[in-house]
């Protein structure tokens, strides 16, 4: 049974739910109970999770983390990071290509150091430059 809200006091407490996602960088629905009184159950009870105003504020802070997160991982010297900041900007063939030297690593058994991965790089590059 749904309880009866003014748009009023419905209003407000969108309001309330905006300023601590904003405040708290919050990127996930279930973190604003954390910091907003409300009970989950009301909360999707008043559709709040149908806002677009608060997934538009939790899709923003989202996209912040990630951009902070790539440049930190842009900034870093930890192959792993490089690596995993590689994989979100390459191009369709360089995801396959760096599929399948990983494929064929793993079949050898073979641990690719940092050199061997960042000279595997620069030979894709070339074969990629050179496929005109």
Do not use: H
């Amino acid at each position: 049974m749904t309880k009866k809200i003014s748009k009023s006091k419905l209003k407000k407490i969108e309001q309330i739910c905006l300023e601590q996602i904003n405040k708290n960088n919050i990127t996930f629905i279930d973190e604003i109970f954390t910091y907003v009184e409300i009970l989950p159950s009301e909360f999707f009870e008043y559709k709040l999770n149908e806002s677009n105003a608060i997934k538009d504020a939790i899709e923003i802070n989202r996209a912040k983390l990630k951009r902070d997160l790539r440049f930190k991982w842009f900034e870093s010297t930890n192959a792993t990071l490089n690596a995993a900041l590689y994989k979100l900007v390459c191009t369709e063939e360089e995801k396959r290509a760096l599929s399948a030297s990983s494929f064929k690593n793993t079949q050898n058994n073979d641990i690719c150091t940092q050199e061997e991965y960042l000279k595997s790089l620069k030979e894709m590059s070339e074969g990629l430059e050179n496929a005109d």
